[in-house]
């Protein structure tokens, strides 16, 4: 006390630099025109030390209401200062990484339709001021009017000012003030969606290149199955003609050779029907469609196979099997590969052990596993583990392609297309797809 009564400026407790702001407020203090509020400032203690005080000043007023002086307070506030600096530092470090995330960040209270906060994406993305710190919270509102204010949700969806693809999760959190508003975190996935269409698109020319290169290789096989319906048709037709020129016929002994006939063409008329079917080209479809159609169409042509290579085709069906739900012609695709398959690689087994089993079940888990089991001469190890990868064959003169598109077709069912040595020797190829129960 002893050592500042008395003393004039520079006070003993300023510090050795800022004279002149601390003089400047001392003039404003003495002519009475300091805030009442006080001001912030930065003094030296005994010891050296600076710290920061909050200075408020009141007029010294004496009984008869005439001012004396004037009286000053001064509070530490070293401590709330330094952590309001660490609070501002934290929330400059909370900010940056929010501006750094390559997603729309916003979180919104829906009642009063207003965001509360928005990180530089979101600001950028919907045209916001970056220099205002309120805005009408219109997009996320025209989002989240139907979802209940407690529900947490994600999807994607399609912009309809952009046409960009966002995948969004929305969910609700207590902000500061304790009441519940609407976090929300869009990323932009358009080019995530439009290289999976791309790719899907890629896909399906394979896939009908791939089909057009199986007929093409059963291309001598399907003309010897078509050769003998219309070698029947030709048979039963001039015969007709002969009993008709000769005049020793009738028309009841002519209707049985021509319902024949008949029989014939519409047998003829099935190869050509699936075949077109097989390899048009057209968009996936999905559908509900029976095991036994799926079946009945494949084992048309497999059969032409397998009875040219001695190999005796046998079913194991399970009975009242439930839909499937998948693109038919691709499910063809993938069982006629497999089937083809095996009975090339059976080519080397003895004609009587030369047994091809197509096997349908349902499993526990709501799915049908379809199971082809050959008696080939099996596969390796080191070549089980590349096989389904893409442009690897063991054939001298095979693309490396069709298994591959075999598990992408599967994948694309949302199934599993796997191999397992055969027990008895050879192979099991078996895949999955979604019953429609």
Known sequence: ESELIGTL???????????????????????????????ELMLRRKDGQLISVLFQV???????????????????ITERQRSNEQLAASHERFVAVLDGLDAAVSVSDLDQNEVLFANGHYRQRYGLDPSQSRFCDSVQYA???????????????????????????????????????????????????????????QLDKLQTTSRLITMGEM?????????????????????????????????????????KASTQAERAGTIIRRIREFVKKSEPDRTTCPVSDIIDATIGFADIDARKNGVQLQLDIAADLPPVVADRIMIEQVLLNLLRNAIEAMHATPMAQRQLLLQVRSTVKGQLQVSVIDRGHGITPQVQEKLFAPFFTTKPHGMGMGLNICRSIIEFHHGQLWVEPNPEGGSVFRFTLPLAN
């Open 219 to 259: 291309a001598s096989s399907l003309a010897h199955e078509l050769n003998q319906p219309l070698a029947a048709i030709s048979n039963y037709c001039n015969g007709c003609v002969a009993r008709i020129e000769a005049g020793t016929t009738t028309p009841q002994e002519l209707l049985g050779v021509m319902q």
């Open 143 to 201: 989002r989240r009017r139907n979802l209940p204010s407690d529900a947490s949700v994600e999807l994607d969806l399609q912009e309809r000012h952009d046409q960009h693809w966002l995948h969004l999760r929305d969910r609700p959190i207590k902000w500061v003030d304790g009441r519940t508003v609407r976090m929300e975190i869009a990323t932009d996935i358009t080019d995530k969606v439009q290289g999976e269409e791309m790719y899907r698109q």
């Open 9 to 39: 400026p520079p006070y003993p407790y300023w510090p050795d630099r800022g004279y002149e702001a601390h003089q400047h407020n001392l003039e404003l203090t003495l002519q009475g025109k300091i805030d009442r509020r006080g001001f």
């Open 58 to 76: 009141s007029p010294l007023v004496d009984n008869h209401g005439q001012q004396t002086g004037w009286m000053a307070a001064m509070t530490d």
